[in-house]
């Protein structure tokens, strides 16, 4: 059983930063793909960023590029989101994913695992 357990949300200015944690139990996350998505009220959920298994690929919305950037610890079994220049729309439940082998797919559909998501909200 895999289990996605995301921390680091919370409230922040506009301009500011924050990194979002996940870690993956169960399995090592050397082999998943991992994805961060989000869902800001009222909408549907969007793919933000995704890495490869291999940890070699990046990939990024067009409205997070530049700002946010994915990483992994395979050694920590974990994934971050650092974000940084907040805007207030950011503000959205963060949902990491793992897709077993995967390339880092930009799809909900491929992704097998997730957790139960983190607040993170952005005053302007």
């Known amino acids: 059983q895999v289990q996605l357990v995301e921390s680091g949300g919370g409230l922040v200015q506009a301009g500011g930063s924050l990194r979002l944690s996940c870690a993956v139990s169960g399995r090592t996350v050397r082999t998943y793909a991992m994805g961060w998505f989000r869902q800001a009220p009222g909408k549907e959920r969007e793919f933000v960023a995704a890495i490869s298994w291999r940890g070699g690929s990046t990939y990024y919305a067009d409205s997070v590029k530049g700002r946010f950037t994915i990483s992994r610890d395979n050694a920590k079994n974990t994934v971050y989101l650092k974000m940084v220049s907040l805007k207030p729309e950011d503000t959205a439940v963060y949902y990491c994913?793992?897709?077993?082998w995967g390339l880092g797919a930009p799809t909900e559909r491929e992704y097998n695992y997730w957790g139960q998501g983190t607040q993170v909200t952005v005053s302007s």
């Open positions: 994913a793992a897709d077993p």
